[in-house]
């Protein structure tokens, strides 16, 4: 058996509070405090307690996902992603870069949000990013 | 925040306004209980008896969307009394005089007739607040979330600057933020009119720096809102949406509209770790993954930056999100390639003024605060020292509006909505989590129990609310922390979801949706 605590931040409120991931043989199996974190100085919400309960859910989407005929049908990356570039690609260059519009997220990480902030200004050349701050 | 949260807990007096902080951000609500224990003051408003209240030196309920009478109710004693900081005023504010002239018409006695609050409380917060050597303001989105969301933050500012009381430690105005890293998607320039570092994309020589170091031409037309995306998907002049870990159709407010504009798209994609309710309606769905199997930073509410670090292993064939997004680009004829998360902070780092030095090998053992300006900065753990951003502080005169719907004879009651402390945003998460669900597992009106009375409901019946938007069944919570005239449904729950009846009306500068007042009549439902 193989078990590490993993040193990361929690991923609900905007608390922010340190806490340790508990993997046993590759699995999540726990949270625990971090006595040393600056913002829970060791303690825990019920919520950071069970930050791991929803990572290995079974209704985790595995595969991604291609509609067709109001399906959804598993799809491979390369049939996904190519789905995709070229449907934005054939949209901007037939309608306009503003006709297509992003949300990045505040759950995702700064550096994931960096990115698909540059996609949408540098890639697709629109302005129109914005995330659910208001909701 | 203006000040970290380690600050708050050598506050002498904390102002809490419109946040349920114990319910929806319980470690700074445990800072403020031990800033209680150390001898602070504390004074509640809230519409509800939430929680805090019965620490509360002094804890009043003003009624839904009166926060500027109340704040305006308050500075005017202050002024009156003399309490407030002259010399801050004079050193480093501007803009007084019509303040003055404004805030000299809210007498605590006319407060009192628009917010409900006695004119003897409004006296007792002032005192309170103006004369402590340090006070704290801590406000949420019983704030922002009003068609003044705007004005009751400038309200706050007022506030703190008339009593100097911010720029020092332990002070301040402190918004706090309900999603791990809203502060980060803003601060990396998830927002329609600002590149990363709130620069903005209609200044010129901005565009030109991004032009450089993107190495493409950018456009200087600040784009679309939320809600602005929405209404163009509706006409037809947006065509396509791309949803990063986002659930509009439960969060946003008037969801039959939402559902409708994404639905009139001509391409949807949603990149997200379940089939949220957003991503049902997508034409393609890309399996990122969660906070656990990924490198990354977070930024909280006190601008810290913090380290996330993966655990496991992508679930599946679920990919890491920035892989996804860098691959989509490379497909797109802009190739994107970074050989790990930090490089791509390093990137951020270079054309970002206030993350300027932040980096991995500096935030392992603890975060920094930005701005953080270069590698030897400490971070700054409070701004405003010496200096605002803009030089002076400019005090705004601020007249109070009522809410856009108040209730009448055919919706009488007052909805307020929120979050409650053991679920998360649109439930995605926290409802796939057994320990989480079993607490609450459904929706829930909480409403007076006199009020229930006299309406026939008893507790734990099911009930019909309905709107101007739309109704919901579920269930009747019988509550003390709810006035009579006001129920409160907390958004969560899809099945019964808050966002069905919540008012689309939009605060003019900052495009938030008033969530937090609208009127509603309740029935009950005969099986």
């Known amino acids: ?135 | 925040m203006t000040n970290s949260i380690a600050e708050i807990e050598n506050s002498k007096c904390i102002f809490i306004i419109g946040s349920n902080t114990s319910e929806a951000h319980p470690l700074i609500g445990s800072r403020i209980l031990k800033a209680k224990e150390k001898g602070a003051k504390l004074i509640v408003a809230d519409p509800r008896k939430i929680q805090l209240s019965f620490y509360a030196d002094i804890f009043v309920r003003h009624q839904l969307g009166t926060d500027v009478a109340l704040i305006n109710g308050i500075l005017n004693v202050i002024l009156k009394e003399g309490w407030y900081d002259r010399k801050f005023v004079e050193e480093r504010t501007e803009g007084f005089k019509e303040f003055r002239k404004v805030v000299e018409k809210y007498t605590p006695e006319n407060v009192e007739k628009i917010t409900g609050v006695r004119a003897q409380d409004i006296r007792k917060i002032a005192d309170l607040y103006a004369r402590s050597k340090s006070s704290s303001i801590i406000y949420a989105m019983g704030i922002t979330q009003h068609i003044t969301g705007v004005d009751n933050v400038k309200s706050l500012c007022n506030l703190a600057m008339l009593c100097g009381q911010i720029g020092r430690e332990s002070t301040g105005v402190n918004p706090l933020r309900g999603q791990n890293n809203v502060q980060g998607a803003c601060d990396m320039g998830g927002l329609p009119n600002v590149y990363p570092g709130n620069q903005p994309v209609s200044d010129g020589q901005m565009a030109e720096k991004f032009e450089k170091a993107w190495g493409t031409k950018l456009s200087t037309k600040p784009g679309m809102t939320l809600t602005e995306m929405l209404k163009a998907a509706m006409a037809g002049e947006v065509k396509a949406m791309f949803i990063l870990g986002e659930n509009p159709m439960v969060s946003d407010v008037d969801i039959q509209h939402v559902e409708k504009s994404l639905e009139a798209l001509d391409f949807l994609v949603v990149q997200d770790i379940f089939m949220s309710e957003t991503a049902r309606l997508a034409d393609v769905v890309l399996p990122g993954v969660s906070f656990a199997e990924k490198d990354g930073t977070f930024t909280n509410t006190e601008r810290k930056v913090k380290r996330v670090r993966k655990a496991i292993e992508p679930i599946g064939s679920s990919r890491q999100d920035w892989d996804i997004i860098c691959d989509l680009s490379t497909r797109m004829g802009y190739p994107m390639r970074y050989d790990d998360p930090s490089k791509i902070l390093e990137e951020v780092a270079q054309v970002t003024p206030s993350y300027g030095g932040i980096y991995y090998d500096r935030i392992e053992t603890e975060g920094l605060h930005w701005p953080c300006p270069n590698r030897a900065h400490p971070g700054t753990p409070y701004l405003h020292k010496d200096r605002f951003s803009r030089g002076l502080g400019l005090f705004h005169a601020i007249e109070y509006l009522p809410p856009e719907e108040l209730p009448d004879k055919e919706y009488p009651y007052f909805l307020t909505t929120g979050r409650i402390y053991v679920h998360y945003h649109t439930g995605t998460m926290t409802r796939r989590s057994p320990s989480l669900n079993k607490e609450v597992e459904e929706g829930f009106a909480e409403i007076n129990p006199r009020q229930a009375k006299e309406l026939g409901i008893i507790q734990g019946e099911r009930i019909k609310v309905f709107s101007r938007r739309g109704e919901i069944e579920i269930k009747a919570d019988l509550s003390e922390r709810m006035e009579r005239n006001t129920i409160f449904i907390p958004f969560h729950f899809v099945e019964s979801a808050a966002n069905r009846l919540t008012n689309p009306a939009f605060d003019p500068i900052a495009q938030i949706p008033e969530f937090k007042v609208c009127a509603v009549k309740i029935e009950k439902v005969n099986h």
Not at chain 1, 15 to 23: A, F, S
């Open chain 1, 1 to 135: 058996m193989e078990y590490k605590t993993v040193l990361t931040t929690c991923g609900y409120c905007g608390c922010g509070c340190g806490l340790y991931l508990e993997v046993l043989d590759g699995q999540l199996v726990g949270a625990q405090p971090c006595k040393t974190d600056s913002v829970s100085q060791g303690g825990l919400c019920i919520k950071g307690w069970n930050v791991h309960e929803f990572v290995q859910n079974s209704e985790r989407l595995t595969k991604p996902l291609i509609k067709k005929d109001g399906q959804f049908k598993e799809a491979t990356w390369d049939e996904a992603l190519d789905t995709v570039a070229s449907r934005l690609k054939k949209i901007k260059e037939e309608n306009g870069p503003d006709r297509i519009a992003f949300l990045t997220s505040a759950k995702c990480t700064n550096e994931e949000n960096y990115l698909l902030q540059k996609l949408a200004r540098a890639v697709v050349g629109t302005n129109n990013v914005d995330h659910c701050a208001r909701l």
